[in-house]
């Protein structure tokens, strides 16, 4: 049986760094599950079902790939998927406190799954989901940050407000 991992996230919305490790991640395992989280605390700019789509158009043509929403705790998702990895990308020191954290309390949880940390293509190391949010519903466009579908959707939201 072959490797799999999962790719957990917001994903609100995905952008071309989140794209770049997909990428990435299918060159290392043999199939990747792309895991949205559908109900966090904070309340997201994009439903699951639009998440979903846009990951969807943005990974068109890649194989061995599966995106799905999930609810609860993201071991129990690894776990019920039969996968042995969680993937997550480190853009700069500034993440690495709060990944340090989770990978240790997913490892915790379940000491088998590991958590394997890739870093996007520098080219998107300033990139965050945050901030293509902030520039955009001030007016920026984010056409080379985010895949087509994603800049469409961002117009929509904030011409619609
Ligand atoms: O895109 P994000 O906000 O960096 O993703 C965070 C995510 C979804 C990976 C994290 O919040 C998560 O795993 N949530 C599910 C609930 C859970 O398992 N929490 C314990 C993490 S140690």
Do not use: W
């Amino acid at each position: 049986m072959g490797k799999r991992a999962v790719y957990p996230g917001m994903f609100d919305p995905v952008h071309n760094g989140h794209c770049d490790l997909i990428e990435r991640s299918l060159r290392i395992f043999d199939e990747l599950i792309v895991a949205v989280l559908a109900n966090p605390s904070k309340q997201p700019l994009f439903s699951v079902k639009e998440r979903l789509e846009m990951i969807d158009e943005a990974t068109a043509g890649l194989t061995n790939l599966r995106i799905i929403s999930f609810d609860g705790l993201l071991i129990d998702l690894v776990a019920r998927e039969n996968a042995d990895c969680i993937v997550r990308g480190l853009r700069a020191i500034t993440d690495f406190e709060y990944e340090f954290q989770m990978a240790l309390m997913n490892r915790k949880l379940r000491s088998t799954v590991e958590t394997v940390f890739m870093m996007p293509h520098e080219r998107y190391t300033y990139l965050s989901s945050r901030l293509i949010k902030e520039v955009t519903s001030l007016g920026a466009s984010a056409a080379e940050l985010v895949p087509p579908l994603v800049e469409k959707r961002l117009v929509e939201k904030f011409s619609r407000k």
